[in-house]
């Protein structure tokens, strides 16, 4: 009923640009902190990016200066914006939310399926 939908991924040359967009639906009534994180092969899943409700940023030091995370509450929506891409970037990219659902008080953190991002020449 709740779910987290990742779309924008795709192949990409080095220095090129993607957007991702991630997608919160189903009986929501609350969404706290979203979030973008990425895991490559033989790597642990890491965190790439977080926007608070208010729009507080958090990004990993890899992507300063290149990726933007951004969010649409109207939507319920979050962005991230990835310029100046490189080959180490190459990951499957998951977003996350803190939501709260189903008329339970506290929030708890969901997950998206992903979606991957090639950055290959």
């Known amino acids: 009923q709740v779910q987290l939908v990742e779309s924008g991924g795709g192949l990409v040359r080095p220095g090129g640009s993607l957007r991702l967009s991630c997608a919160a639906s189903g009986s929501i009534f609350s969404i706290d902190t979203m979030g973008w994180y990425r895991q490559s092969p033989g790597k642990e899943r890491e965190l790439v990016a977080t926007?608070?409700?208010?729009?507080?940023?958090n990004y990993a030091d890899s992507v300063k200066g290149r990726f933007t995370i951004s969010r649409d509450n109207a939507k319920n929506t979050v962005y991230l914006q990835m310029n100046s891409l490189k080959p180490e970037d190459t990951a499957v990219y998951y977003c996350n939310a803190r939501l709260r659902v189903g008329g339970i008080q506290r929030y708890t953190p969901y997950w998206g399926q992903g979606t991957q991002v090639t950055v290959s020449s």
């Open positions: 926007i608070t409700s208010d729009g507080i940023t």
